[in-house]
């Protein structure tokens, strides 16, 4: 890492000690700045990097709800707001107990690149909760929900912060929050949060978005080596909002996805997962993945383990952070492994992606092949304020040329500085400098 660059970085890991997955999602980023800080030394001299890596404004607040069996319980609630250069802070809220302030900080700090690669005017913020949705009733979920919000209202708004689902916040969540904002603020303010009903201010292929963004992005990666998704052998993790429309996508283009994950198990389906049925199992049922193995043939379900053990030509990881480590990757890469696409936010550990360069392996990561999601949430944003609502085909059409476009610019940056290829060079300069300059133009706050 350049030197300058070292030195700024290691003052944000030690005001920030504890927070590994941001130190790690910074250090990354840092890794490809140097050849930009040359270019530009009014990014030095503007503190740049310095405000870039302090939020705007971090909130940490107490969710209080009552069980089912009518006991009290306690959550920890968090929105960080970490950048509004490019527009209102824009990111999703994650439901998951592994949630803390430094696994959302890294998530935001991600956002804020992510979002300016989707060329569309918005910021980038983060949050969720520690709060475990598995097993929980549909009454216990609208409890937490309410709850949540009867913080969240008074900080988010249309041109203030717009919130949005991540990991265990779908439509249904979406929903019960959108209620509660309403209800607490006396208007129907469409362009508060994303990922709607379509009845009621959605947007249409929002839910499909990131996983065929995902795959839109990976196409494009291999077409620049003459290939293509037709005939390739892919494995997805995960098996939730991203993974599905993945898999859903990669098999129209002809791919065969041979398997994907939950976090107690994979199944193996050789003849290519049938979307339909786990559509049925995983978004109606809100069952296991294990439940699919009894309703279909020649189906394996394996208990434990990793996804990442199969061979594969393309692998879309679509569950979690650091997922996919460095053993992972050196097996993958000598099973003839062509092309990584993450669907997921750093799904791949930085000794997985250090594998994946140096084998030349085509590596698009989360903040680039994943934003077809946020963009579309955009897009969202954008019927909404005119009232209006698009039809799924022109909704995708605009999703296909972000996509395309993102993938284009990342390239044509990485050829700029020297890396052709190199899509986490594009990804990580191609963000910043949008949001650096904006930064520059808009003084020292
Ligand atoms: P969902 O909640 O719909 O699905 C998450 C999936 O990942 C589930 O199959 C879940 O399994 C699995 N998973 C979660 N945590 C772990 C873990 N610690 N170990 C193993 N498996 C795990 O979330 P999404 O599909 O929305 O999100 C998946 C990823 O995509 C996340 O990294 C998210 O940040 C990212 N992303 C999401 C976007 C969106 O629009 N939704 C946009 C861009 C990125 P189980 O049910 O067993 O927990
Ligand atoms: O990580 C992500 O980009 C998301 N979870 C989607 C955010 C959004 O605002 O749609």
């Known amino acids: ?65 009552v069980d089912d069996a009518g006991r009290f319980q306690i959550n920890r609630g968090f929105r960080v707001e970490f950048n509004s250069a490019l527009g209102p802070f824009k990111g999703g809220l994650r439901f998951h107990p592994s949630v803390n302030l430094g696994i959302v900080k890294f998530l935001g700090f991600e956002q804020i690149f992510k979002n300016a690669l989707t060329g569309m005017p918005i910021g980038g913020g983060k949050g969720g909760s520690d709060f475990d949705p598995r097993g929980r ?19 988010i708004g249309e041109y203030t912060d717009v ?74 993790s995960g098996s939730g909002n991203v993974a599905i429309n993945a898999i859903a996508k990669a098999q129209t283009l002809g791919a065969t996805v041979v398997a994907c994950s939950d976090s107690s198990g994979y199944i193996v389906d050789e003849a290519g997962i049938d979307v339909a049925l786990l559509r049925q199992i995983k978004e109606v049922e809100r ?51 062509l092309a990584v696409g993450e669907g997921a936010n750093m799904p791949s550990t930085r000794d997985a992606v250090a594998v994946f360069q140096e084998a030349g392996i085509l590596f698009g990561p989360g903040k680039a092949a994943n934003a077809g999601g946020v963009a579309t949430s955009a897009l969202e944003m954008q019927q909404n304020a005119s009232r209006d609502s698009w039809s799924f085909a022109h909704t995708e059409e605009r999703l296909t040329e972000i996509m395309v476009g993102i993938h284009d610019r990342c390239a044509a940056t990485a050829d700029e500085y020297g890396d052709p290829g190199n899509y986490v060079l594009g990804a990580n300069i191609g963000g910043f400098v949008k949001v650096a300059d904006a930064m520059l133009a808009q003084g020292l706050i």
């Not at 043939?297 to 030509?313: E, I, K, M, N």
Request: glycine share 12%; net charge negative.
């Open 287 to 337: 069952g296991r993945l294990k439940d699919y193995e009894a309703r279909r043939s020649a189906v394996t379900y394996v208990d434990g383990g990793s996804v990442w053990d199969l061979d594969a030509t393309v692998a879309l990881p679509c569950a979690t952070q650091n997922e996919l480590d460095g053993a992972a990757a050196a097996r993958l890469v000598r099973h003839g492994l």
């Open 163 to 236: 919130p949005a689902g991540d990991i265990g916040v779908g439509g249904r969540e979406i929903g019960y929050l959108f209620g509660q904002y309403k209800r607490i603020t006396n208007r129907y303010e469409s362009g508060v949060l994303t990922g709607k009903g379509i009845s009621w201010g959605g947007s249409l292929v929002r839910p499909e978005a990131t996983g065929y963004g995902t795959v839109i992005f990976a196409e494009e990666m291999l077409k620049t080596r003459g290939l293509s998704f037709d005939g390739q052998r892919v494995v997805v």
């Open 137 to 155: 009733s549909d009454a216990e979920i609208m409890r937490f929900c309410q709850s949540f919000m009867t913080e969240l209202y008074r900080h």
């Open 1 to 65: 890492m350049d030197a300058r660059l070292e030195a700024i970085r290691d003052t944000v890991l030690a005001r920030n000690p504890g927070e590994g997955e941001f130190h790690q999602a910074v250090t990354e980023v840092f890794e490809s700045l140097g050849p930009v800080h040359d270019r530009h030394p009014e990014f030095l001299e503007g503190a740049i990097l310095e405000r870039l890596c302090e939020p705007e404004r971090q909130i940490i607040f107490r969710v209080p709800w």
